[in-house]
């Protein structure tokens, strides 16, 4: 089991950045791929960004791709969504999630093959 809490959310303006933390408890953290996905009102929930499990493989969504940064801490068990130059677009409620990953470079952007996810933290972003 997984423990995921999420904190760093806030309303911003239009070019602002901030820093998603995800703290996780629980089972080894470095056994899993990380992930944060997002969902807007009104909107499906959709991936945003993951890490594999040692950090060294990442992949982030078009729409996010050279604005947002997803990083991790194996020590302090902790997964980062770095946001910069965010748009009214971006406002949404941010989800980070957990899968055990099959090897050290795996990384998942499907949001059915995840089994831990936070409460989520709104972020919100005015032109």
């Known amino acids: 089991q997984v423990q995921l809490v999420e904190s760093g959310g806030g309303s911003v303006q239009a070019g602002d950045s901030l820093r998603l933390s995800c703290a996780a408890s629980g089972d080894t953290f470095s056994n899993y791929a990380m992930g944060w996905f997002r969902q807007a009102p009104g909107k499906e929930r959709e991936f945003v960004a993951t890490?594999?499990?040692?950090?060294?493989?990442?992949y982030s969504a078009d729409s996010v791709k050279g604005r947002f940064t997803v990083s991790r801490d194996n020590a302090k068990t902790t997964v980062y969504l770095q946001m910069d130059s965010l748009k009214p677009e971006d406002t949404a409620v941010y989800y980070c999630?957990?899968?055990?990953?099959?090897?050290?470079?795996?990384?998942?952007?499907?949001?059915?093959?995840?089994?831990?996810w936070g409460q989520g933290t709104q972020v919100t972003v005015s032109s």
């Open positions: 890490i594999s499990k040692n950090g060294g493989s990442t």
């Open positions: 999630a957990a899968v055990r990953g099959l090897y050290s470079f795996s990384y998942y952007y499907k949001e059915s093959e995840y089994w831990y």
